[in-house]
């Protein structure tokens, strides 16, 4: 299993972006795929999940009511798409993957994939 993320970069406050994280080797269906963060001296928290069922998970507390987690299995891709961004949501973003149920914490996903980072200018 290999998961390759993208789409981070310097922004403004308020400004919006969507994260790709292309997955290969797995049967995409059969996965939940998740988006963590680790901001810098911080440690790493669960941000939003699409669950191998099509259901969506999204933390209480990171990103709430302003980032969408979605997916598209034909190219095995979940995306995160996050707006009204503050510089607290500065961090590097990582992709996970779990076959079928994962809890929202990471020791759940066996799968990572390398973190694109997200810095966001007040």
């Known amino acids: 299993v290999q998961l390759q993320a993208f789409g981070g970069g310097l922004v403004q406050a308020g400004d919006s972006l969507r994260l790709s994280c292309v997955a290969s080797?797995?049967?995409?269906?059969?996965?939940?795929m998740a988006w963590f963060r680790q901001a810098p001296g911080k440690e790493r928290e669960f941000v939003a999940q699409?669950?191998?069922?099509?259901?969506?998970?999204y933390s209480a507390d990171s990103g709430k009511g302003r980032f969408i987690v979605s997916g598209d299995n034909a190219k095995k891709t979940v995306y995160l798409r996050m707006d009204s961004l503050t510089p607290e949501d500065t961090a590097d973003y990582y992709c996970?993957?779990?076959?079928?149920?994962?809890?929202?914490?990471?020791?759940?996903?066996?799968?990572w994939g390398p973190g694109t980072q997200v810095t966001v200018s007040s």
């Open positions: 996970a993957a779990a076959q079928g149920c994962a809890t929202p914490h990471a020791p759940s996903y066996p799968y």
């Open positions: 080797g797995l049967t995409f269906d059969d996965y939940s």
């Open positions: 699409l669950t191998w069922n099509g259901g969506t998970m």
